[in-house]
């Protein structure tokens, strides 16, 4: 038997820590020495052991596999999380990616447990969910990069509560109305706050009928209203995601930064919130640490919501590690994006107008460097009375294609005109399909087939069946059935 081969050491293979994967960037210089390889050290990369039901967790992981770079961006990153136990999840994590990469068929059972202790969604030999599972995997691995916000110390907590105590208990003597609140009144107010405070206690007594256009259109868009909504709008305004955010996390700004009166504010407020402050912003790396899940996977999408009368409008940023497709009427996933980020009709109040309908649009402002795909396959059904829940799997093709290009494929208007991608970096290619081989969503198996980078330097599609590893032609990856089982898709920007 011959002995185990050194490894080549190829630079155009690179197994690399990047710095240039954030659409916000400019193109870096390419990296030349690699953190770990990613071509297999045997023929074959390793396959995974079934447990018990365990499908959902191999062929996750598979996925996580098919990404060349991520064990090593992962492995060269220092956490933020200092708890051994808490950093056991992680530590297995790319102790499998080793393992695989070696060509080892092992049993994930240390991995599972290091699972069930960060979280409870999983434990025992249950049929799950592996769109669910990814994702809460995904979510555990950024908690370790992510800075912890730091606590108050007790006998201050305390003291707030009285002081917030005594604040309520001054609103409900003083006779101020609700746009206007005492901390804002300077200790010598001007004669124009006494005359305005004057003008609506006067007012507070008169009937409706006795006000003119004035007092009413005072009352109803007075300037102290322009930082103040009211908790009923500002739970409205923020917009419903279309996706379930297992993956992703809402992240809003300072009302200061996302209100906006006019067109002319609303430029300021575009100004001033460009793509790279808001990945500084949201990014939590103070400190100069920061998170490889995030930068992999996040797609952080602007939603700009605007009144169909006054044009009121409201911004909020969401953070998404993956994005959900609705399937059926989409015929592809070009078609499911562009259902994503099409302008949306919302029956909401609006504070200043009361027109109880709004304009939702999203773009862009940071594109990841791994787009995963849900199609949203699973449905729920809930009786009209409630006492019955029934799950369906709905079975429509959908068509994507081994490349998505940024330009050729029409999806450049997803983005902020903010937004610039590098002319080298326009394309994301297919790394990995996950499917689910089964009529109904109670029953079924998972399998992932991955475009797995050889020691040829060519991608090969490699079917991973739990510990059933085998090569399979293009078109049988990128079949008419595959259309039908295809439940997770990861592309990957190059």
Known sequence: MATEETVNDNSSIPFLLEEDHDVVMEDAEEETTPLVDSQPMKETFG?????????????????LA??????????????????EEKLALRQSFLELMKA???????????????????????????????????????????????????????????????????????????????ESKPSEVTSEPTAEIVNASNAVTTNKHRAYSDLDVNDISELLHGESQQTNLSATYAAASTPQPQCKLVGGRAIPLDESDTL????????EVMEAMTPESCDEAHRGT??????????????????????????????HVEKFFHLSLDIGESDSVEDGLRKFFQPEKLNLKCEKCFCESATQTK?????????????KRFIVDVSPDYTSITYRKNQSPVAFEDKINVVEDGLEGFFSSNVSLPATRREFQIRSIVNHIGSSASCGHYTADSHRLYRTGEREWTRFNDSNVSRIAPNEAMSESS???????LYELV
């Open 286 to 315: 103070e400190d100069g640490v920061h998170s490889p899940v995030e930068d992999y996977f996040c797609t952080e999408v602007r939603s700009h919501l605007v009144c169909d009368s006054c044009k009121y409008s409201r911004n």
């Open 483 to 489: 259309k039908k089982t295809a439940y997770l898709i």
């Open 260 to 267: 906006c009166q006019s067109d002319s504010d609303s430029d």
């Open 100 to 178: 695989l990469r070696r060509g080892e068929t092992i049993h994930p059972e240390d991995f599972k447990k290091a699972m069930d202790s960060r979280s409870s969604l999983f434990v025992g030999y249950r049929q799950q969910d592996s769109h669910e599972f990814l994702t809460t995997l995904l979510d555990l691995l950024d908690e370790d990069y992510q800075k912890k916000p730091e606590e108050k110390p007790q006998e201050n907590n305390k003291e707030d509560d009285k002081d917030e105590k005594m604040e309520k208990e001054v609103e409900k003597k003083e006779d101020f109305p609700t």
């Open 66 to 83: 098919s990404l060349d770079c991520f064990p090593g961006v992962l492995t060269a990153t220092t956490p933020v999380e200092t708890d």
């Open 47 to 63: 396959g995974l052991r079934n447990l018990g039901n365990t499908c959902y967790l191999n062929s996750a992981l598979q996925m």
């Open 363 to 375: 773009e862009i402002i940071k594109a990841p460097r791994a787009l995963l795909l849900h199609l």
